[in-house]
């Protein structure tokens, strides 16, 4: 018979996804509830709810489990401060569902719609932060070669997906007449100001990169040592989260002033890797790096807090 060790229970617990929501919901009631609170907890789920429907769709793990939402929510909680911000809450939400669309095309070279609402979800994320379309041509590279579906019809309406807020935008602004915005807007692909500046980011913030950096590392290695396990479209599904996070790790020191919106996509790439680690490997010293994962992050959740709440003043 073979062997469930207690973070492999946990993995297939049907009370694992209500468990991870408690916890978010916790923390964020101990940070301290803001204005729109329920408009940024309504944009979470949202977000989650679509991290489940991409992982069953695409079986980034071969049993059934909620680990992968469920570790998003978990390491989501060591980001106080995107509690508060409904722009990069939003903004996670419309890259979510662009991963999920552009997943879908999978090796269908006729996926011209898919590409285009992918991409037309980017271009809305990118009105609240214009560097999102700095992932645009990491996109594009894995969707030719991990998504194998990138052909030049593709590529065109993955354009006019990139284009079409702007198209919609711009005449409202000339109509206001405020057409600077536009060339502010677009200013900030190239600041000339905090460039490789990392005095930018705080402890807390180091903490939370390092953890998630830390776990994702250990599971992506496990990851790649037994990826015969998986199938084709999971190694190259895995891949595309591989070079997403790799590449925004190294935005997050160009351009540490972005820490806050790259840290979730960080978070999310990283979450598939270390779901799939605690979900199907069952040595020891998997349990090892999942109780000593555990209390790290419940140790950094307290300190966060501690930090941004202030409650370090009483």
Request: one cysteine or more; aromatic letters at 16%; proline letters at 3%.
């Amino acid at each position: 018979m073979e062997l469930k060790r207690l973070h492999t229970r946990i993995a297939e617990s049907s009370l694992l996804l209500p468990s991870a929501s408690a916890v978010y919901l916790l923390v964020w009631l101990f940070a301290g509830i803001r204005e729109y609170w329920w408009l940024n907890l309504a944009l979470t789920a949202a977000t989650v709810y679509i991290i489940v429907e991409l992982s069953n769709a695409n079986a980034l793990i071969r049993v059934r489990s909620r680990m992968v939402s469920s570790t998003f929510l978990v390491l989501s909680s060591l980001c106080l401060p995107l509690h508060y911000s409904l722009q990069n809450t939003f903004v996670m939400l419309c890259l979510t569902l662009s991963f999920f669309l552009l997943f879908s095309s999978y090796q269908d070279k006729r996926a011209v719609r898919l590409h285009y609402y992918a991409s037309f979800l980017i271009g809305i994320a990118s009105l609240c932060h214009t560097e999102i379309l700095l992932f645009m041509p990491l996109f594009w590279i894995l969707a030719l070669t991990n998504i194998q579906s990138l052909t030049f019809r593709t590529w065109i309406a993955s354009i006019l997906g990139i284009l079409t807020p702007y198209w919609l935008l711009i005449p409202w602004l000339f109509i206001n007449q405020e057409p600077g915005l536009v060339a502010t807007h677009f200013s900030k692909l190239f600041p000339k100001e905090h460039v490789f500046d990392t005095t930018m980011i705080n402890v807390s913030q180091w903490i939370t990169l390092s953890l998630v950096m830390v776990l994702g590392i250990i599971a992506a290695i496990n990851f790649w040592r037994f990826n015969y396990e998986d199938r084709i479209r999971t190694r190259q599904l895995y891949g595309f989260f591989a070079w997403t996070a790799i590449y925004s790790i190294f935005l997050i020191f160009l351009q540490p002033q972005l820490f806050d919106p790259l840290i979730r996509i960080i978070t999310l790439s990283m979450s598939t890797f270390i779901a799939h680690y605690f979900s199907l490997s069952r040595t020891r010293m998997t349990q090892i790096v999942f109780y000593a994962g555990s209390v790290a992050v419940v140790i950094a959740i307290i300190y966060n807090l501690v930090t941004w709440s202030g409650l370090s003043t009483f």
